[in-house]
């Protein structure tokens, strides 16, 4: 089993920043990417950025390019996610995941480990 616990989010203004966290352990390995995917009430769980194991193969959504930053650091098995500029429409509930490969994904199905969530709340 591995465990993820996310942990940095809150209530920001818009155009503030915020760095959320994930911490991994467990029965994990630093060799699987890993990502961050986000859902806001009454929507689909929507992808926001990914990593492949090395953190040298990076993917964002469109709604967040040029504003987040996902980074990881293997020898503490975390993973960052960076977020600049924020806007209300970045307001949901943020979940780290552990994927099934050290390949970078960006669909949800091909992640096997998911942390509990940290919510986000942008005021406008």
């Known amino acids: 089993q591995v465990q993820l616990v996310e942990s940095g989010g809150g209530l920001v203004q818009a155009g503030d920043s915020l760095r959320l966290s994930c911490a991994a352990s467990g029965r994990t390995r630093s060799s699987y990417a890993m990502g961050w995917f986000r859902q806001a009430p009454g929507k689909e769980r929507e992808f926001v950025a990914a990593s492949d194991w090395s953190g040298t193969i990076i993917y964002y959504g469109d709604s967040v390019k040029g504003r987040f930053n996902i980074s990881r650091d293997n020898a503490w098995m975390t993973v960052y996610l960076q977020m600049n500029s924020l806007k209300p429409e970045d307001t949901a509930v943020y979940y780290c995941?552990?994927?099934?490969?050290?390949?970078?994904?960006?669909?949800?199905?091909?992640?096997?480990?998911w942390g509990q969530g940290t919510q986000v709340t942008v005021s406008s």
């Open positions: 995941a552990v994927a099934n490969t050290h390949v970078v994904q960006t669909t949800s199905s091909q992640y096997n480990y």
